[in-house]
């Protein structure tokens, strides 16, 4: 089972980015999936999670600009930043309950310059 995570970059503050993370693999299920994001200098956070049905969750720094959705035929998380801040520079992982084992992707770099 292996997650990848993609659409990361550089982008211009205010600007918009949509990452997606993917599973692959002898999968049976999948429950919840989510994204953390580590800062430079700073331990990895929590960005976003969302279930099987669709209820999410957002850190109280991003509610409002980041969006994260699934497409559970396509086992793909997604995260839409809107409103990009210098502040969200970091490198973006997914991660996903997979067959009841958490696994994580290898993680993709967002860099918004100011």
């Known amino acids: 089972v292996q997650l990848q995570a993609s659409g990361g970059g550089l982008v211009q503050a205010g600007g918009s980015l949509r990452l997606s993370c993917s599973a692959s693999?002898?999968?049976?299920?999948?429950?919840?999936m989510g994204w953390y994001r580590q800062l430079p200098g700073k331990q990895r956070e929590l960005v976003a999670t969302?279930?099987?049905?669709?209820?999410?969750n957002y850190a109280d720094s991003v509610e409002g600009r980041f969006t994260i959705s699934r497409d559970n035929a396509r086992k793909t998380v997604y995260l839409q930043i809107d409103s990009l801040k210098p502040e969200d520079t970091a490198v973006y992982y997914c991660?996903?309950?997979?067959?009841?084992?958490?696994?994580w992707g290898q993680g993709t770099l967002v860099t918004v310059s100011s």
């Open positions: 693999g002898s999968i049976f299920t999948i429950n919840t």
């Open positions: 991660n996903a309950y997979i067959n009841a084992r958490l696994y």
């Open positions: 969302i279930g099987t049905s669709g209820t999410a």
